[in-house]
């Protein structure tokens, strides 16, 4: 089986400058989050230099939370797998 090995670091990404997914899938979020349907969030944002800011808000209990960063983790690492 070959396996990628792939940096950490984090390094320029030649993106376009505006990304209609990202925006979407934040959009709807945001929809849920003013409907009152969100109790707690974590993000995580990829800039184009490579850098990488993470944030985390709301009174979601912490268990709730660390559950969907994994939930998250394992998903990522399934796609980049595959």
């Known amino acids: 089986m070959r396996r990628k090995v792939v940096s950490l670091r984090g390094a320029a990404i030649p993106i ?3 990304q209609p997914a990202v925006i979407e899938e934040l959009s709807d979020f945001l929809k849920e989050a003013r409907a009152g349907n969100v109790a707690g969030v974590g993000i995580f944002v990829v800039r184009p230099n490579g850098h990488i800011t993470t944030s ?4 979601a209990e912490k268990h709730s939370m660390i559950a969907g960063v994994n939930l998250l983790h394992h998903r990522m690492m399934k796609a980049a797998v595959d």
């Open 56 to 59: 985390w808000a709301g009174p």
């Open 16 to 18: 376009p400058e505006r």
